[in-house]
């Protein structure tokens, strides 16, 4: 029986990079999509044949819609997809805010994600497959002036709404939303805050309930 397969954006490093390396040691196919070439590629070599890099930008649906077409076709199926892209902003607040900025962010946070969605979704109703959506603390609750964290609240319904548009076929969406996560999304190192193998255990949880358990939601926060 050929391995399950699971395509995952924003790979190359943090969340994704560590999913990938706990889907591949749980015996996934994993398609790796992110901008960096180089990145995937030293993934891809660490990881062995279960991986394939897909570089492109996940703002451009066309790159989507082809990586996942590429993947599909490598692995013969899809059974999930994470849309784990994202981004932040240098200047927080509305009123300091760059528009510029928030432009870049709405591209990959909120259409990055509609593009993921809508490339995976007529693989994953052929095997009753899974949406994984990383979310946010910060689309749980009201943040001053917070374009990203409003970004997240878009993943947060959004996903809730997947969870009701993909029961007719027996689908799953998963929103994985994470507190502070020590990744490279940050400038500085956070040890004392979550790794991104604690977001990857949770992926993996949500992917490996039965299927008569659909797991909606995932809140995970640092202790300290």
């Not at 995976?120 to 910060?138: D, E």
Request: glycine share 12%.
């Amino acid at each position: 029986m050929s391995s399950k397969a699971l395509f995952i954006t924003g790979a190359s490093s943090g969340i994704g990079a560590a999913t990938a390396r706990l889907a591949v040691a749980q015996g996934w196919s994993v398609g790796l999509f992110a901008r960096s070439r180089d990145k995937l590629d030293a993934l891809v070599e660490e990881l062995g044949e279960k991986a394939i890099a897909l570089p492109g930008d996940v703002t451009e649906r066309e790159n989507v819609k082809a990586a996942m077409a590429t993947f599909v076709d490598q692995t013969g199926g899809l059974d999930a997809a994470f849309a784990n892209a994202g981004m932040g902003l240098s200047t927080a607040g509305s009123e300091a805010g760059d528009p510029e900025e928030w432009e870049r962010m709405v591209g990959v946070n909120v259409l990055g994600v509609l593009w993921t969605v809508k490339a995976a979704m007529p693989y994953l109703k052929q095997r009753s497959g899974h949406l994984l959506l990383t979310g946010s603390a910060a689309g749980r609750r009201h943040i001053s002036g917070s374009v990203y964290g409003a970004t997240k609240w878009f993943v947060h319904g959004y996903g809730g709404n997947l969870s009701e548009e993909m029961k007719s076929f027996g689908g799953r969406c998963t929103v994985i939303a994470p507190g502070m996560v020590d990744t490279p999304f940050f400038d500085e190192p956070k040890p004392d805050k979550l790794q991104p193998e604690d977001v990857a255990q949770a992926a993996l949880f949500a992917l490996n309930a039965h299927p008569r358990c659909a797991v909606n939601e995932i809140f995970l926060m640092p202790t300290q």
